[in-house]
Structures are given as structure tokens and as C-alpha cells.
């Protein structure tokens, strides 16, 4: 403010120095003329345009430049360099305006088309939105004008013919939608749920194409007919926080259904139906969840149940769990324990039928292997398909106790909680979903947290017991054993998920090329060694590693973990086309004679056990360091077959350096943002403006807290 009040009072010095006769630059402004021209009338998207602007009348010839429409029509340089947006806008054809500095009532326009390609052919994509819902399907057509070569080719988020994850598109613009809503990390690294483009391509001229923007919209998120099935949106009709402006409420999933003494109860996470330790018992538990009304109110919604009993997230000391259930209203849920999309078959349309888990108490803590299929059906992102990659593990989550996040804050410590693989196995508002098995649908674990990379639940076991009453056992509803089908379809996620490479600096793998080179002739002398390189860590993406090229199938049980704190990765091949001591560019060619690693991979009994006793020795000391949350067993990739200390990192807070090994167990490092209830990352949601006796209006948008939360202005 200071800085304009002093900017309007020099140019009001100025103004009374020129009426005064001071030297004024300018003529009459009625002789002032401005003229804009261009070399040519078109300009292709995302490419440069010069505009001239010639000004009479005035010895000030400055002009001011403008775009009409603001920046999705393109912008423009003080200059005159005009920058088409990277997509065509509409209408195409834009005007850009050049403004007389000495007299802003003068001005002169030209109009420019921006234009798909150099050869002015034009596409467009009909309809340019859509909302599909999981595993359905949805016609694009496409324009081409330009050119009597009127074909194109279809592709999804860029990929031709589509993708197991986004969803594939046939060559007429039929595109089948995949089982989970796409996510994407935002700008504070958290998972969001996000959406996907369907463009077509001119084959007459491939840098021509037009675009739609496709959202998925799970069922899980819809307002169920009563009675509801599971693994749908709902929430406690008290989670909402009213400050007199604004509304604010949040929303989970209603996981599953269990039974104790013959009566029937919802289950799912405490921060969802007992709102963090906030709630009240006999509190109505609601379908769908306060977040996906219109009005952040239950209008619109069911009471299908009351909440009964849920663990204590403050205790002390902690009940390690995450956990709540509710009284089931008669009538008011499907008292199979449906779970949409959790079916072993597909109905007319090739979308998986709801159906139970199986039937009983779950799979044994103990029985949890890393590298185990499994599945959820969420709120937010639906059926998704991933595998364990880690158990035993001990972790601290973020919990607020109000939905806006101004409540009490506060950390649970928890242990022996199991770990999924990927960011995109849930989001924000999938907490209390009920995680499967994929080949039986078999109950494993109660989704209560995650980062941007990993997803944490309790095991079913310590849930069932902590709800048992007397002599009245807990137990899932459900049925026999059953495939999740949906993992199988041709639209689902991969559950096998590869490393993806990373650069590291020059100096960094000259560290591991001077530690290699001066133990080469003793790392060359194992017999099953043909080749020894230098490359990436997997186990810790931000190390180098001595790469081992070894014969397969041969024993590799005496190769070293480390070499003088060097970690060491595990490559195998009958027979590779290099051998001795190789250098950094050659171990990378042969590396892409392999196929890539996975992110998890099966361990032996054995294998756990000997890391089971490492991790009880050193957990506690691990936990205490700065920027470590999580601790838990999993599997390496650097040495395929062999357990790992799964030591989970807080992204962008300082750290110990982690050993490679201890106790002769290699160390494994993820790092993401940090762990909290709600799942993995925030979430944008509808925002509405309440009036009094009026209507709700959709208005804005806000990023939601934990829980998916979304705020009614």
C-alpha cells in the first residue's frame, strides 16, 4: 500500500508539471495513432509470434502490450513477443492489443490464430470433458480439419492405445476406463487423486492434435441405495467444524462389515467415524460421508449406523490401533458385507460385481509375507491392486484432532503394522478401506495412513482382538474364498512395479568406482562373478553401488552386502557380454540386458527370521534418529531373495547416514513426506457458499486436510 500511495502521488507531480507547460512529450492525444501488424496471421501452439506496434501523433511512442482473454489465450513480452498457450484455445483466434503509453484511451489490435501445427491442420476432441466411472466406457470422436486426411490416433496420458493404469482407447475412440482413480504428487509431495487426457493425433500430421481432460469417478464415493454396501463414502454426521464463516468437513470410507454376539457392526478407522477420539458413542455414522454432499450437512444423506466402540488414539500406553465400529440400523446396510468392486465377477458391462471378503478372522499376522498381492476399494481411488512390502513395522503417524486442522495435534506411535507398496494404492479419504488378498480376498490389514510412496494399515488380527467382548469373539462377514477379479482385468493396475533409475552426481559414483577398483582382484575372484561395475542403489536410491554381473542360478550367498560402506547390487545372467572391471557406461548397457528390478520381491522364512532378530535389537535406536519414521522388515532389491530393514524417511529433514548393513542384514531406505492419518496425501474437493433459506452454490476449491476434508465458504 505504502508503495502505491507514493507511485499516485509522483504521477500526480507529473501531471501538474505538464499543465503547467513543463515540457510535455506528448502532442494533442487526438493525433495520436497506434497501428499493430505481425509477419504472418497464425502461430502454432506453444511457439513465438513478434508483433510490431507503430505509434503517431507523439514523439512517445511506448506501448503497453495485452492478450484478450488473459494467459489461457497465451502471453506476451513487453516487447512484443507474443507465446501461444500450449493447447489451442476457443475460440482459436486471438487478439492482441497494443496501448498508447502517453494517451491509454489510443490503441491498436491484430488478431493471430493459434493453430495445432505449421500445416494449419486443427483437431478437436468431442467432448473435451468427460466423467467416467471406473472400469466403464466412453466415446470420443475427433474432428480434423485441414486436410482431407481426416484419421488420427488415439492415446491416453500420451501412450498410444492407452495403459493398464490410465485406461485404454480403441482405434474408433472408445476408451475403457481403468479400476482406480489416476494420483499424482503435488507440490508438497502428497498423493492427490487427479485427472488423465484422451487426445487424438492427425496421422496427416503428428505435432496436430486436440485434447479432452477425462476424470474417473469411483462408485465408492456415490450415495449407495440402502441397504448400502461397504467400502463406500461415509463419515460421522459431526465431522465438521462451523466457525461462523466457513464449514469444513470431512469423510472416509466405511470399510467392511463384522459381527460380534450375532449383532452387526461397520468397520472402519477411528479419525474417520470417531473423529479422532472426538466422538461420542451413539454418534450417527452416515452414506455417504458429510464430504460428498453438496452442503456439508447429512441432507442428502443415510444414517445406516451408530458408533459403538473405538480404540483410544491418545492412550497411554498406545492401543496400536486405529479403529473403530459401528452399530449396523436394521436394514440400512447389505448384511453380506458387499464391498463394491471386491467381486470374483464381472456383470453385463465388464464391471466387478460387489462382493464379500471372505468369511472368518482374517489372515494371521504371522501369515503376512512381503511381496503378497493384495487389494483395496476405496472412497477416493477405488479398486486398487498392489503388494506387501513390508511387516513388523514400527511407525509414528500425525493425527488432528478438528477436521480444518485446527483441533489438538497429536502422534501415535504404532508397531508390528503392515506396509503396502505405492503411492497410488490409496488417497486421501481411502482410510478405513479393508485390505485384501488379491487370490482370495482374504482380510490382512484395517488402511489407516500413509506418504506419497507407501500405505500403512493394522493387522486384522490386532483389530478382531481389541473389539472382542467377554466370550463374544469379532469376525468379518463374508463368504468363501474368492479371486479380486478386478486385479486381473485388463484395465487394473500392475501389481509387479519396477524401479525406476535415477541419476546420481560424477563424484558420486567415482566414490564407488575408487572403492571398486582398488578391491577388484578379490571381488573378481568369486567364481560367480563375471563382471563387476559401478551404478545405482536401489535399496537407497541416493547411494552408489558395486554392481556384481553374476553367473544366474549360482550361489550367492558369500558375495559381500558392502564394500567399505559401499553397498553392493545383485545383477544375474546366464552370461553377460563384458567381464572384468567395467565402467560406469558399460555397466549400464548391461544392466538393459536384464529385465528391470522390482520394488518388491519374495523372502524366505529364514530370510525374515534373520532380520526379525536384527530389528528387535536396533528399532528402538532407529526410531530416535531425526527424519526416521518408520522401521519395519521388507525385502532388498539390490540382492533379490534377501531381507531388508525397511527404514522409512521423512523427505527434507536431515538425517544420520544409514548403514548399508547391520548385523549382516542389508538396510533398505524410502523416503517421503511424511506419514498421517488420511491416507496418502490431501485431496481437492468441492467448495460451496451457504446462504441463509438459499440453495448451496458450488463456488471454489480448497485443499483438503486429513481425511479428505472439504470447506463450504
Not at 514 to 540: C, F, I, K, M
Request: aromatic fraction near 4%; proline fraction near 5%.
Amino acid at each position: 500500500m505504502i508503495r502505491t500511495a507514493v507511485g499516485l502521488v509522483f504521477l500526480a507531480i507529473i501531471l501538474f508539471v505538464s499543465s503547467c507547460g513543463g515540457g510535455s512529450a506528448t502532442s494533442p492525444s487526438s493525433l495520436i495513432t497506434v497501428k499493430v501488424t505481425a509477419p504472418k496471421t497464425t502461430v502454432v501452439v506453444g511457439q513465438t509470434l513478434t508483433f510490431t506496434a507503430t505509434v503517431t501523433g507523439t514523439t512517445n511512442t511506448a506501448v503497453t502490450w495485452s492478450v484478450s482473454g488473459g494467459a489461457s489465450n497465451g502471453t506476451i513480452s513487453t516487447t512484443g513477443v507474443y507465446t501461444a498457450p500450449a493447447t489451442v484455445p476457443n475460440p482459436p483466434t486471438v487478439t492482441v492489443t497494443a496501448t498508447s503509453q502517453a494517451d491509454p484511451t489510443k490503441s491498436g489490435s491484430a488478431t493471430v490464430t493459434v493453430v495445432a501445427s505449421a500445416s494449419g491442420i486443427q483437431v478437436s476432441v468431442q467432448p473435451a470433458t468427460a466423467s467416467v466411472s471406473d472400469f466403464l466406457t466412453q466415446q470420443f470422436t475427433a474432428t480434423v480439419t485441414g486436410t482431407s486426411n481426416t484419421a488420427g490416433t488415439w492415446q491416453v496420458n500420451s501412450v498410444t492405445g492407452g495403459s493398464q493404469k490410465f485406461g485404454f482407447i480403441s482405434s474408433t475412440g472408445l476408451y475403457v476406463a481403468p479400476s482406480a482413480v489416476p494420483t499424482k504428487s503435488d507440490s508438497m509431495g502428497n498423493t492427490v487423486t487427479t485427472t488423465l487426457t484422451v487426445t487424438a493425433v492427425s496421422q496427416a500430421d503428428t505435432t496436430a492434435s486436440g485434447t479432452s481432460t477425462v476424470t474417473i469417478v469411483p462408485a465408492n464415493a456415490n450415495a449407495q441405495p440402502v441397504p448400502v454396501e461397504l467400502g463406500s463414502s461415509g463419515s460421522n454426521a459431526h465431522d465438521f467444524v462451523n466457525n461462523g464463516k466457513t464449514i469444513t468437513c470431512c469423510g472416509g470410507t466405511l470399510g467392511s462389515l463384522v459381527t460380534r454376539g450375532g449383532v452387526q457392526y461397520i468397520l472402519s478407522d477411528n479419525h474417520i467415524l470417531a473423529r479422532s477420539d472426538g466422538a461420542t458413542v451413539g454418534d450417527a455414522i452416515v452414506q455417504p460421508g458429510l464430504i460428498d454432499t453438496a452442503t456439508c450437512t447429512t441432507a442428502g444423506t443415510n444414517t445406516v449406523a451408530n458408533l459403538s466402540q473405538f480404540s483410544n488414539l491418545q492412550a497411554t500406553p498406545s492401543q496400536n490401533l486405529d479403529a473403530a465400529i459401528a452399530q449396523v440400523i436394521a436394514g440400512k446396510v447389505n448384511s453380506a458385507g458387499k464391498i463394491i468392486y471386491l467381486g470374483g465377477t464381472v456383470d453385463a458391462n465388464g464391471v466387478p460385481v460387489a462382493d464379500a471378503p471372505q468369511g472368518g478372522t482374517g489372515l494371521p499376522t504371522a501369515s503376512v509375507a512381503v511381496s503378497r498381492p493384495v487389494a483395496k476399494s476405496g472412497r477416493s481411488t477405488g479398486l486398487t491392486c498392489s503388494t506387501i512390502e513390508a511387516t513388523n513395522i514400527s511407525t509414528s503417524v500425525d493425527y488432528t484432532v478438528n477436521c480444518d486442522g485446527t483441533g489438538t495435534k497429536f502422534t501415535v506411535n504404532y508397531t508390528n503394522q503392515i506396509g503396502v507398496i505405492g503411492g497410488d494404492f490409496s488417497g486421501e479419504g481411502d482410510s478405513g478401506s479393508l485390505i485384501v488378498t488379491q487370490d482370495t480376498a482374504t482380510p490382512v490389514a484395517l488402511l489407516y495412513a500413509g506418504s506419497n510412496t507407501d500405505t500403512v494399515g493394522n493387522p486384522v488380527a490386532d483389530v478382531l482382538n481389541f473389539f472382542k467382548s467377554g466370550g463374544n469373539a469379532v469376525s468379518f462377514v463374508g463368504g468363501a474364498a474368492h479371486a479380486v477379479v478386478g486385479c486381473t482385468l485388463p484395465t487394473a493396475p500392475q501389481s509387479a512395479k519396477t524401479v525406476e533409475p535415477a541419476l546420481l552426481a560424477a563424484d558420486v559414483i567415482q566414490k564407488a568406482t575408487a572403492t571398486r577398483d582398488l578391491h577388484s582382484p578379490e571381488l573378481l575372484a568369486y567364481p560367480q562373478v563375471q563382471a563387476v561395475g559401478v551404478g545405482q542403489s536401489y535399496d537407497n536410491p541416493k547411494e552408489p553401488a558395486i554392481l556384481f554381473f553374476v553367473t544366474q542360478g549360482d550361489s550367492r550367498t558369500n558375495l559381500p552386502a558392502q564394500v567399505d560402506g559401499i553397498r553392493t547390487r545383485i545383477i544375474e545372467k546366464p552370461l553377460f557380454a563384458k567381464r572384468g572391471a567395467i565402467s560406469a557406461e558399460d555397466s549400464a548397457i548391461l544392466e538393459k540386458s536384464v529385465a528391470a528390478p522390482q520394488l518388491v520381491y519374495s523372502v524366505s522364512d529364514a530370510e525374515m527370521a534373520r532380520a526379525k532378530v536384527v530389528h528387535a535389537a536396533h528399532v528402538e535406536a532407529l526410531m530416535k534418529q531425526a527424519g526416521v519414521q518408520g522401521v519395519g522388515i521388507g525385502s532388498s532389491v539390490d540382492s533379490p531373495g534377501e531381507s531388508a530393514l525397511m527404514i522409512f524417511t521423512i523427505r527434507g529433514v536431515p538425517q544420520d547416514p544409514i548403514p548399508a548393513v547391520i548385523d549382516g542384514v542389508r538396510t533398505r531406505v524410502r523416503e517421503s513426506t511424511r506419514f498421517r492419518a488420511g491416507s496418502a496425501g490431501s485431496e481437492v474437493q468441492r467448495a460451496c457458499k451457504l446462504a441463509p433459506a438459499k440453495a448451496a452454490t458450488k463456488t471454489a476449491t480448497v485443499k483438503s486436510g486429513s481425511a479428505s476434508p472439504t470447506t463450504k465458504p
